[in-house]
T-cell receptor, first 113, second 115 residues
Framework: QQQVKQSPQSLIVQKGGISIINCAYE??????FPWYQQFPGKGPALLIA?????SEKKEGRFTISFNKSAKQFSLHIMDSQPGDSATYFC????????????FGTGTRLQVFP | NAGVTQTPKFQVLKTGQSMTLQCAQD?????MSWYRQDPGMGLRLIHY???????DQGEVPNGYNVSRSTTEDFPLRLLSAAPSQTSVYFC??????????????FGPGTRLTVL
């Protein structure tokens, strides 16, 4: 049972283009939606996160768009750079200190010069 | 701060062998977790702990044991290794907070191969 569905599995973008990764969730009790970035040979690291009281959050070239009614959220990387090449994971979590992060299956992004 | 450290970085086991993956954090975080990462399956939670002396099962706990005798350390034990446990294992820690920061800090991972 996959509670967070992520697509696409892989993505190839040219330098300067926009990368878009989508996630859909099922549990309406989720109230925290982070994105993690993982470089080869490294552990994942938090990139950006959103709570459902806002529809968009932007940090530099990275933006999360959140659609509560559709139960979907997406990561947009503007002006994609070769250094953005990594695997990206979306995740979701219910409120409460002991609730656990549920991760999507990951998207491997390759940005070519 | 070293953050979250894991040892060893790589390990090869034969089927049936046992071993312990070490994890330590120096951030005084209450929560610690173990994940496994497999191609196409994302990160799946094995076991987690909300504090010293308290552990609980995650999504894929079978074949693994954990204990949490101190805040800093959270070892993962493979009792009798099987080829299905070939994976990359990540330890993570986070702090208890009611604010926006539910950040999980991941270690560098242990790549385990079971022959």
């Amino acid at each position: 049972q996959q509670q967070v569905k992520q697509s696409p599995q892989s993505l190839i973008v040219q330098k300067g283009g926009i990368s878009i990764i989508n996630c859909a969730y099922e549990n309406t009790a989720f109230d925290y939606f982070p994105w993690y970035q993982q470089f080869p040979g490294k552990g994942p690291a938090l990139l950006i996160a959103i709570r459902p009281d806002v529809s968009e959050k932007k940090e530099g070239r990275f933006t999360i768009s959140f659609n509560k009614s559709a139960k979907q959220f997406s990561l947009h990387i503007m002006d994609s750079q070769p250094g953005d090449s990594a695997t990206y994971f979306c995740a979701a979590k219910r409120g409460g200190h002991t609730d656990k992060l549920i991760f999507g299956t990951g998207t491997r992004l390759q940005v070519f010069p | 701060n070293a953050g979250v450290t894991q040892t060893p970085k790589f390990q090869v086991l034969k089927t049936g062998q046992s071993m312990t993956l070490q994890c330590a954090q120096d951030m005084n975080h209450e929560y610690m977790s173990w994940y496994r990462q497999d191609p196409g399956m994302g990160l799946r939670l094995i076991h987690y702990s909300v504090g010293a002396g308290i552990t609980d099962q995650g999504e894929v706990p079978n074949g693994y044991n954990v204990s949490r005798s101190t805040t800093e350390d959270f070892p993962l034990r493979l009792l009798s290794a099987a080829p299905s446990q070939t994976s990359v294992y990540f330890c993570a820690s986070s702090t208890r907070t009611s604010g926006i920061s539910d950040t999980q800090y991941f270690g560098p991972g242990t790549r385990l191969t079971v022959l």
